[in-house]
């Protein structure tokens, strides 16, 4: 059974149609990856998953739901989104970001805590709990952000469904980072936990993740495997670009290198 | 809540009352701490004395006036700072206690002389509350944007509401006679000078809805620091939130303008230090605001009473004295607070 599912959903949240006629499938413990030129609507289609924007026409249905129709904490428990940007600018410690991702959950404090340490320990933010994330730089933002949004959905008896948005979630972190994000988002997916991720790394995408969505100008061009969706004619009339296709090394997925 | 904030909010309890009795103590008549229990007693026990007078009749509710006023601008400068996402968002910076000041002359105009005691000071309240309610709801409007707040907007506003808001007032006073004149200059002025038993009553009352509301919204404040989509995927009412923060807000600002006029700073200054000391988490910013903010404010009208005695500086300047050289040295400051 599908745990999320979207039907011709279509999305103008400022009047102009920012989405049209978007239709996929996700099911539990599975990785999509969103890919497009900017302003495709990307982000646009992430806030309507996570029940942020509201759709002009379709249905997004989360275990057979309209994701807006959920009440509100049960909601923020089975959905937990990574942002582009934050606009946190007040003194919080590290570790007071982070905690506020507990904030849907009534598990106690000890077992918070416990979360806390676990994700902390996933995003090496530990050595950042006593810093002013004000002082912070964006890549160990990112990272402490991270670890707010897998608070959020850590244990698996929190939510029957799990699915974690990220948008753009390696921007600014460097490789040793980036391989920590692999990690832990493959360790919430075999748990159960699907996730939807817009990316910009193409060869990131096609190793983590199952399927591909491509969007442009706010209409899904392609959709599948990520063998079937990376070919040289779609990287040309989407992204503009002349691209040769490999296979990775090691994972046999594809790999892009751009001319 | 962390253990320092827990030490900050401890001693500034311990501070709460001594600052009071310091006050009681100084004035005109300077009283030592037992002359004000020795007044205190002799009052209670219907015996005329000249301390028990002094100290029942005009510094008592004085004091606890500033204390009142004092921590409801506090409090609710730290939410607005909190619902603004911003550390400048200042009720007398943009524009409300200007709103609500023009809300309360209106009042006064129309009105005339007719009232008196409570009733008077309830409609005052509430002219000054709508006045300022309705400020609240245009500067957010104006400044409000899908990435949070504009510093440049807000106080552009504020400055919009604040030169509209006297240039109606003006306007009034032109057409008011000299009666009505002298009530809204008097009252303009502000000043905790006419404390009595119904002033602090109402103050009372406004202090304990407004106390008792805040804090409730605190972890809100704190997962709308994050940014609104954020705190809504975080599971948060905001929309609810945001207009229910507003409305407390104004009920705490118009009222502390009907009763003690417009004080400037304490909004924006206290929540300010303590949010330097405490951190910006509102479970212990609130209270430690609203205890800072009484502190404040009875020492500034203390001061107020005793530096050119015996003539009395409004409290007004006191606090802007105060204020003002802060302002500055945040705005120069302002990269500090991730403002553009």
Redesign the interface.
């Known amino acids: 059974m599908a745990l999320l599912s979207v039907h011709n959903a279509s999305a103008a949240p400022w009047g102009k149609p920012l989405l049209s006629d978007i239709n996929f499938t996700l099911s539990a413990g599975s990785i999509l990856s969103i890919l497009g030129p900017n302003g495709a609507g990307k982000s646009t289609l992430l806030h309507s998953l996570a029940g942020g924007i509201a759709l002009s026409e379709g249905q997004i249905l989360l275990q057979d739901r309209p994701v807006l129709e959920w009440p509100r904490l049960a909601r923020a428990r089975a959905i937990a989104m990574l942002s582009q940007q934050s606009t946190l600018n007040f003194p919080f410690l590290v570790e007071e970001v982070i905690q506020l991702g507990r904030h849907p959950h009534q598990s106690g404090q000890a077992e918070d805590q416990r979360v806390i340490e676990e994700v902390m320990q996933l995003t090496d933010t530990l050595s950042l709990r006593q810093r002013l994330y004000t002082q912070l730089s964006g890549g160990e933002r990112q990272r402490v952000q991270l670890a707010r949004v897998l608070a959020q959905l850590w244990r698996a008896q929190d939510s029957d469904v799990r699915l974690l948005l990220l948008d753009e979630p390696t921007t600014g972190l460097d490789l040793e980072h980036q391989q920590l994000l692999i990690n832990s988002v493959r360790q919430l997916s075999a748990q159960g936990c699907a996730v939807v991720m817009v990316a910009h790394d193409f060869n990131l995408a096609a190793r983590l993740s199952q399927h591909i969505l491509v969007l442009e100008a706010g209409h899904q061009s392609y959709y599948g495997r990520p063998a079937e969706v990376f070919s040289e004619s779609m990287f040309r009339d989407v992204f503009k670009v002349e691209v040769v296709l490999g296979k990775h090394p090691v994972q046999g997925s594809p790999m892009v290198v751009q001319l | 809540m962390n253990s320092s904030a827990k030490k900050v909010i401890l001693l500034l309890c311990c501070l709460l009352p001594l600052s009071a009795i310091i006050a009681i103590g100084s004035g005109a008549v300077s009283l030592s701490a037992s002359a004000i229990f020795k007044g205190m007693q002799s009052w209670w026990h219907n015996e005329p004395s000249q301390a028990g007078l002094i100290i029942m009749q005009i510094r008592l509710p004085r004091v606890l006036l500033a204390g009142l006023v004092g921590a409801i601008l506090a409090t609710s400068g730290a939410a607005m700072q909190g619902l603004f996402?911003n550390?400048l968002a200042d009720p007398s910076l943009i524009g409300v206690t200007a709103g609500a000041s023009l809300g309360a002359s209106l009042v006064i105009v129309s009105v005339g002389m007719g009232l008196q005691g409570f009733s008077a000071i309830t409609l005052v309240s509430a002219g000054a509350f709508v006045g300022g309610l309705l400020a609240v709801i245009l500067v957010y409007r104006l400044a409000s944007s899908a990435?949070?707040t504009s510093v440049a907007t807000m106080l552009l506003a504020g400055i919009a509401i604040t030169a509209l808001t006297g240039a109606i007032g003006n306007l009034l006073e032109f057409h008011a006679d000299s009666e009505v004149l002298r009530r809204i200059s008097l009252w303009r002025m502000g000043g905790l000078d006419g404390a009595d038993l119904t002033r602090l009553a109402f103050a009372a009352v406004i202090c304990l809805f407004v106390l008792g509301t805040l804090p409730l919204f605190a972890?809100q404040l704190?997962?709308l620091?994050?940014?609104e989509?954020?705190a809504?995927?975080?599971?948060?009412?905001v929309e609810r939130s945001k207009a229910l923060l507003v409305v407390i807000v104004a009920i705490g600002v118009g009222a502390s303008v009907a009763l003690a006029g417009s004080i400037a700073f304490v909004g924006l200054v206290v929540p300010h230090i303590m949010?330097m000391i405490t951190?910006?988490?509102h479970r212990s910013l609130l209270p430690a605001s609203a205890l800072a903010g009484a502190l404040l404010l009875i020492v500034a009208d203390m001061l107020a009473r005793v530096v050119i005695a015996p003539t009395e500086l409004p409290v007004g300047i006191v606090t802007a004295l105060i204020g003002v050289p802060f302002f500055i040295s945040l705005l120069r400051q302002r990269s500090?607070?991730?403002?553009q």
Do not use: K
Not at chain 2, 232 to 237: H, P, V, W
């Open positions: 996402r550390p990435n949070g972890v704190n997962a620091l994050l940014g989509s954020e809504r995927y975080l599971g948060i009412n949010r951190g910006p988490d500090h607070y991730g403002m």
